[in-house]
């Protein structure tokens, strides 16, 4: 959540933030009433208690009348004190409701507009010419069939459409990719996790997913777990109600956890394949930062996820995502986007989002700097998102006998394997 003391200095400043997200602008309004209520029923509930207490020492030395009109005052006193209590707990709710509807700060060098209005900051590598090649490209399902590696019939039949099956090398394809990200986050100083895939309400509503994004999350009503859509929540949530040195930042984790999603709103959209599905595997990273580091930790968080794509060798731009796709926890993002062959464009693969402090003050995680404890800031970033990884690894590295050539920094985890072969071969 935001600072409220921002909120009260700048509240014009909110108010351009949520126009930028296209979010409601009203509710900074509403919570300036709501904390305005909230202090001034605290001051009356103080001053009603100190009166309450100072009457409370003169009863017992009083007598006859005026010892009844104290316990008369003393009676009227009390009910004043629990409903000003009432009111005080009253607006502290609304201001607390209120304000979790508010989204981070937009840092000011976001680019304004929805979906389709980002930046692109680089591009890299060049996308190949199969024309020039002699062949027409195959999408990643049909290699993923003819290798033996994709399973959607089989999916759709056991769980319903947007499941899979990975199969075969298909199934040794995810380890690689699970492994060589593993291995490139630990030499990179990472902590490698393996996270918990149910996660309390708290844990999500924390990380700024029971907003806007409730639609898309999986709430399991009998037990009241949710399914998490990243390891960033439980990752976020790890030092939940923890104050930390600063002598111990940054601290880095990468986790690798099963992904849910309900996919909502996307009907007709990637229904074919596993490029967008209902559930998946990531290898995720998350810092937890001193709040003056954070802008230089999201630029080397987005130098990780370079690094990853270049030693898959997929051509990729990087964008800077505009204020209405930022998602509310996310002052700042970019994503990176692999060259889809067969789609003829670019299709996000990572995305690494600098959260300052919104995810740290609802979850309490704080940081101690001498006498001083403050709230720290967040980041993640997606270093492999394994089915899209896997889109982008067959449509481009294909080749016109229908093998697919195999990377080097996955040749390792795969047997020394240069090429996977259909099984027909």
């Known amino acids: 959540m935001i600072d409220l003391r921002l909120l009260r200095e700048d509240p014009d400043r909110v108010r351009a933030s949520q126009r930028a997200r296209g979010e409601d602008v009203d509710v900074v309004d509403a919570l300036l009433s709501a904390d305005e209520r909230r202090r001034s029923s605290s001051v009356r509930f103080d001053e009603l208690r100190s009166e309450q207490k100072a009457l409370g ?5 009083a007598a006859g009348d005026e010892k009844a009109e104290l316990l008369k005052r003393a009676g009227e006193l009390s009910a004043a004190v629990k409903a000003a209590d009432a009111e005080q707990d009253e607006a502290a709710a609304e201001a607390q409701r209120l304000l979790l509807r508010i989204g981070n700060i937009v840092h000011p060098d976001v680019p304004r507009g929805g979906e389709d209005d980002f930046v692109v900051l680089e591009t890299v590598g060049t996308p190949r010419d199969f024309a020039a ?40 394809l995810e380890l690689a990719l699970v492994n060589a990200a593993i291995a490139q986050a630990t030499a990179a100083g990472f902590t490698p996790m393996l996270t918990p895939a149910l996660v309390k309400p708290r844990a999500m509503e924390g990380t700024g997913f029971l907003g806007q994004a409730a639609q898309d999350v999986y709430h ?47 009907y007709g959209k990637d229904t074919r394949g596993i490029f967008r599905v209902h559930q998946f595997d990531k ?23 370079k690094q990853w794509l270049n030693s898959l060798e997929l051509p990729y731009q990087v964008i800077d995502v505009a204020t209405g796709d930022l998602g509310s926890s996310a002052s700042r993002k970019f994503d990176c986007e692999a060259w889809i062959p067969t789609q003829g464009k670019y299709r996000e693969l990572t995305s690494t989002s600098n959260c300052d402090e919104f995810q740290s003050r609802r979850l309490s995680v704080r940081m101690r700097d001498g006498k001083t404890v403050k709230p720290l800031a967040t980041l993640n970033g997606t270093l492999c998102a394994v089915p899209r990884t896997i889109v982008a690894l067959l449509e481009n590295h294909q080749q016109a006998d229908g093998t697919v050539r195999v990377p080097e920094v996955l040749r390792p985890y795969l047997g020394g394997r240069e090429i996977l072969e259909p099984l027909a071969r």
Request: charged share 25%; hydrophobic share 40%; with cysteine.
């Open 57 to 61: 020492k003169l009863i017992p030395k």
């Open 220 to 266: 399991l009503e009998t037990d009241d777990f949710y399914l998490v859509g990243t390891s960033e929540v439980p990752l976020a949530a790890y030092h939940m109600d923890e104050i930390l040195d600063a002598s111990q930042l940054p601290l880095r984790y990468a986790g690798f956890s099963p992904c849910f999603r309900r996919e909502a709103g996307t």
């Open 283 to 305: 290898v995720e990273m998350f810092s937890y930062v001193a709040p003056e580091d954070s802008e230089a930790e999201h630029a080397r968080l987005l130098e990780w996820e």
């Open 133 to 172: 090649e002699g062949f027409e490209p195959k999408d990643h399902l049909e290699l993923g069939q003819s290798l033996g590696a994709i399973d959607v019939e089989r999916g759709a039949k056991v769980s319903g459409s947007r499941f899979y099956y990975l199969t075969g090398v298909g199934a040794l």
